[in-house]
């Protein structure tokens, strides 16, 4: 499959995909330090209220990009439980 | 909760939450491009080499980015398969 056409758009996806992986990296930098905190500070790992607020949030965001607002949500569910499961590795005394 | 510790690396999440979304906004747009052209040209869906490829991608950038290269194949994963999904639909003649 060389058709020129999908070359080109296979380029700006792979571009798209470099800075998505980057967020994501400084992301989970910053949700290491909230595990950390948390547990310094006894605090629960998940926080259902939060998360409400986060997916409320994204939703309306999703709506205003033209993205299914569904899928966000789907893709906060998927960040947040990496997220907890670093936390909870964190709780447990893990240092990874 | 209201420590303002927490308090600040949640707006910086939010911060990140709004680009990685506004991203993903556009890299779907050019997934339904690509669709739209796999489907005129009788391309299927799904593309194994391509997603090796874009895997091995990530995976090494997630490693110069400090991300899990697990994590980095899930995110891959995760969003390929909403793709084809997608792409799926478009073959069988649906707009959405």
């Known amino acids: 499959m060389s058709d020129p ?3 080109r758009m296979r380029a700006s996806i792979d571009n798209l995909d470099t800075a998505l992986i980057c967020l994501l ?19 629960p790992p998940a926080d259902l209220e939060r998360e409400t607020q986060q997916i409320a949030r994204l939703r309306q965001l999703a709506e205003q990009s033209n993205l299914d607002p569904e899928f ?14 670093h936390h909870e590795r964190i709780a ?5």
Chains 1, 2 share one sequence.
Request: aromatic letters at 8%; charged letters at 30%.
């Open 25 to 43: 990296a400084e992301r989970f930098k910053i949700t290491k330090e909230v595990g950390l905190l948390k547990a310094a500070k006894g605090m």
């Open 5 to 7: 056409e999908l070359t």
């Open 92 to 96: 447990q005394g893990g240092a990874r």
């Open 72 to 85: 966000a949500e789907k893709f906060l569910n998927f960040i947040v439980s990496e997220v907890v499961r």
